[in-house]
């Protein structure tokens, strides 16, 4: 079965400057290949070439080198252009409209008539939160319910293939929420979702695959649980009624200890700590247990190890 959406050696060159223009290089031989049903994130720093690679894969943009390919079929092509849906990274709509009015005008461009315009629009708004606000105009609504709009708007003709670009941007946690459980729904359904982020929490919750890209180029790619060891790093212990002479203990055993609010501390051990023994030999002094959480490898961290790597900061300067 052919890929969902395949990139070959796909490269974007810009030309900078007016007098003598030199092409300045978004995007570097992208090579990637995402199967039907995958929910793919791709991540990287600002200016890492997500957008240009999205834009490139809609066609608001045309290649300087290489090829796209989305469900078989060359980019552009129209019967794909159906299935597909996109949400842009600032999405802008004219604005004298009611939400209700954008979505159905996006309906029948896709085709549909009649009844089954106002069963979608209804649908869609609905899934993104906006039932109640489907009668106001767009010039009334706050960044993140533009965003929420976009996606509804995304969503209009069921793709098989949906482009994210930056979808959690602009929402707050009950919003972001929503979209993760969109998300996941439309991942239950079949749906390939090829979504970029910075919000790298959002990608391990999602994400079957990811790939990551510093300055144009892939720096890293595949299974999360490739990627990450998910290693024990250490445990996270928060305690209260916390004496002097325990606090001088806990400090002797400790990597850390970090005071918190309302006299509560945290404290970091190391992965052969032994937290419940600790606990134990403790607990007989009035110490109160808040929490214990494991810590493990994160996508943020290996994040920020593989863009340090691919990106030296310059040496000598202040
Ligand atoms: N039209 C353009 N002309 C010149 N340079 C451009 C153009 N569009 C993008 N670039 C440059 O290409 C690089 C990649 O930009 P892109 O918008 O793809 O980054 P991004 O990964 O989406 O970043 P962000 O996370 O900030 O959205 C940047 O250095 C940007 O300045
Ligand atoms: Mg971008």
Same mark, same amino acid.
């Given at each position: 079965m052919a890929a969902a959406i395949e990139t070959e050696h796909l490269t974007k060159d810009f030309p900078v400057g007016f007098?003598?223009?030199?092409?300045?290089?978004?995007?570097?031989?992208?090579?990637?290949?995402?199967?039907?049903?995958?929910?793919? %994130?791709?991540l990287g720093p600002n200016g890492a070439g997500k957008s240009t690679t999205l834009?490139?894969?809609m066609q608001l943009l045309f290649a300087t080198r290489g090829t796209a390919r989305i469900l078989g079929r060359p980019v552009g092509d129209v019967s794909v252009r159906r299935r597909i849906g996109f949400l842009a +990274?600032?999405?802008?709509? /004219?604005?004298?409209?009611?939400?209700?009015?954008?979505?159905? /005008?996006?309906?029948?461009?896709? %085709?549909y008539r009649g009844a089954d315009v106002t069963t979608r629009v209804s649908r869609v708004l609905d899934d993104a939160g906006l039932g109640a606000e489907r009668r106001k105009r767009l010039r009334?609504?706050?960044? %993140?319910?533009?965003?929420?709009?976009?996606?509804?708007?995304?969503?209009?003709?069921?793709p098989d293939v949906l482009f994210l670009d930056e979808p959690m941007s602009g929402l707050d946690p009950l919003g972001r929420r929503r979209v993760r459980d969109q998300i996941l729904g439309l991942r239950a359904r079949g749906c390939t979702v090829f979504f970029s982020s910075h919000i790298l929490s959002d990608a391990e919750a999602l994400c079957s695959r990811v790939a990551i890209v510093v300055r144009g180029r892939m720096v890293a790619s595949g299974k999360l649980t490739d990627i990450l060891s998910f290693g024990l790093k250490g445990w996270e212990l928060v305690v209260a009624n916390v004496t002097d002479e325990v606090r001088a203990e806990l400090e002797k055993r400790a990597r850390q200890v970090t005071p918190l609010a309302h006299g509560r501390f945290?404290?970091?051990?190391?992965?052969?700590?032994?937290p419940p023994r600790l606990m134990h030999e403790l607990g007989g002094r009035g110490i109160e247990v808040v929490s214990l959480n494991p810590?493990?490898?994160?996508? +943020?961290?290996?994040?920020?190890?593989?863009?340090?790597?691919?990106?030296?900061?310059?040496?000598g300067g202040v």
């Open positions: 007098w003598r223009p030199r092409p300045y290089r978004a995007l570097d031989d992208l090579t990637l290949q995402i199967e039907a049903g995958e929910v793919f %994130g791709f834009k490139l894969l +990274e600032n999405p802008y709509f /004219y604005d004298y409209l009611t939400a209700e009015e954008l979505l159905s /005008y996006f309906a029948k461009l896709f %085709g009334q609504f706050s960044k %993140g319910m533009l965003q929420r709009v976009g996606l509804a708007q995304a969503l209009i003709n069921d945290m404290v970091d051990l190391s992965p052969d700590a032994d810590v493990r490898d994160t996508l +943020e961290d290996y994040f920020v190890q593989t863009v340090a790597a691919a990106a030296p900061r310059p040496t």
